[in-house]
């Protein structure tokens, strides 16, 4: 029988593997050692009592942007920590705030709080304009330089007055910068061109990790994190190695790690857009199956069954619990999918979805709840959309989990649908 604190493990650091960026913050990011240097920039103003430059930051999903604003406003805070310079940094989460109106009510409790403390609530009831007002206000009563962050941007849409507003706004007493994370590298296309010059006074992109990066990168989170694991010389086997040896996968020596583990886990992550969250999920699901069940190395079988059990988990516990019409619009997505036919656009997946609500008696919603549907799921991991900007522009959306394993989860949800589903993975 298990017991807590009985178990011999693998891991010194569990939490140096967990992908969550509040688990764990890395202190040194070397593959992004070019754009730090262009975050720095912005930011040196502070140090001469000046005022941040705006800056807009563009890259795919886990490629280290939200970790590299962190660490380098953090080194910021901590200077001016020990300086006479007044400095706020705050962050607006914009993912689920879909508008600019809720992320000024966001800002405005956040900015609150710097001043009295935490457990203000969000203002309401005020227009767009009210509230753009009463942010500066808590602004100027905050007074130094304030760098406001706002994490995926993308989230609120056409909706940019708080992009327009925010980084042109004066204020007497406050210095103020915005720093916009986006990870949708065509939305500053359709962004009104004064916002984007605004908000874009500098840009910095975040290119793709390759796998020789993701290696690098699960390397060194691998020393921290697991037993009898370190980067070796591969030159001379001295204990006091007089090289600076290089922290890159050659480089690494580990008891643990079966030699392909790491490979394949940034092979499998590189395979679409280089994502270390992606990389990193994989290796600690893995090193995670190994330790439970009392095994002292981690190998390919590990990697390979955790890769198919973060794909199955991530479907079936999610579509199971979703209701009908939620299912009904997954559907029509998962029919491109089968037919070769994606991404589907907005306009051809709703009649799908009118054809398929005909199908199984259920009340087609309205072609905007429709949207909101597909924007559920594509918060939920299931599927990606590129946003159409532009006039006549539609959304389009692909499925982005194992459409085999839609269709087994789909087959066991409600009978009627389940048919659908049958035919589908007939036609697959
Ligand atoms: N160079 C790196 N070294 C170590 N860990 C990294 C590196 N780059 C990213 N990570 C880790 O990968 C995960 C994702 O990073 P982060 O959240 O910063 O990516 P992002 O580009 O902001 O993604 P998204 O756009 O999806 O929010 C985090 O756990 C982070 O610590």
């Known amino acids: ?21 509040d688990t764990y913050r890395p202190t040194e990011l070397p593959e992004r050692q070019d754009e730090l240097d262009e975050i ?22 886990g490629q280290g942007k939200t ?6 406003t953090t080194a910021l805070e901590n200077w001016a920590n020990d300086t006479d310079i007044t400095l706020t940094v705050v962050k607006v989460e914009c993912k689920g705030l879909n508008k600019s109106y809720n992320a000024l009510t966001h800002l405005i409790k956040q900015l609150r709080e710097v001043r009295l403390g935490p457990g203000e609530d969000l203002p309401m009831g005020y227009q767009r304009k009210q509230l753009l007002e009463m942010a500066l206000q808590e602004m100027e009563r905050i007074g130094g330089t304030i760098i406001i962050i706002m994490d995926e ?20 007493d406050a210095n103020l910068s915005v720093i916009g994370i986006t990870n949708d590298l065509t939305y500053t296309d359709n962004l009104d061109s004064d916002a984007r010059s605004s908000l874009g ?24 994190a697991l037993r009898d694991t370190d980067f070796s010389c591969n030159d001379c ?28 886990c940034a092979a499998f992550a590189a395979k679409e857009t280089g994502d270390a969250r992606r990389a990193l999920k994989l290796i600690y699901r893995a090193t995670r199956f190994a330790d439970e069940r009392g095994e002292t190395t981690v190998t390919e079988a590990h990697v390979r069954e955790a890769q198919e059990y973060l794909e199955m988990k991530a479907v079936a516990t999610g579509v199971q619990t979703l209701p009908v019409q939620k299912i009904i619009s997954l559907m029509t997505v998962t029919y491109n999918a089968v037919s070769g036919t994606e991404p589907g656009e907005t306009a051809e997946l709703y009649d799908r979805y009118k054809e398929y609500c005909d199908a199984v008696d259920a009340e087609p919603r309205s072609k905007r709840r429709f949207r909101d549907f597909l924007n559920d ?17 539609q959304n389009a959306y692909w499925l982005d989990v194992d459409v085999e394993l839609v269709l087994q ?9 389940g048919k659908i589903a049958d035919s589908l993975r007939e036609n697959s």
């Open 67 to 72: 970790v590299a604003v962190d660490l380098e």
């Open 409 to 417: 989860t789909l087959s066991k949800s409600d009978e009627r649908l």
């Open 153 to 172: 941007i993308d989230a609120l849409g056409n909706d940019d007055y708080i992009l327009y507003e925010l980084p042109r706004a004066t204020m007497t």
């Open 237 to 264: 086997n001295s204990p006091k190695c007089p090289h600076n040896v290089e922290e890159s996968f050659e480089n690494l020596d580990s008891g643990v790690l079966g030699s392909e583990v790491i490979p394949l």
């Open 40 to 61: 720095y920039s912005a930011l040196r103003p502070v140090e001469m009592g000046g005022t941040p430059i705006n800056l807009l930051i563009y890259g795919e999903p």
């Open 201 to 224: 006074e500098d840009a910095v992109v975040f290119p793709p990790y390759d796998s020789t990066d993701l290696r690098s990168i699960l390397s060194r989170r691998a020393v921290t």
């Open 1 to 21: 029988m298990r017991r807590y604190g009985e178990s011999e493990t693998i891991f010194k650091n569990i939490d140096a593997l967990s992908p969550r960026v």
């Open 377 to 393: 799921h594509e918060g939920g991991g299931y599927i990606r959309k590129k946003t159409g900007r532009g006039k006549g522009k």
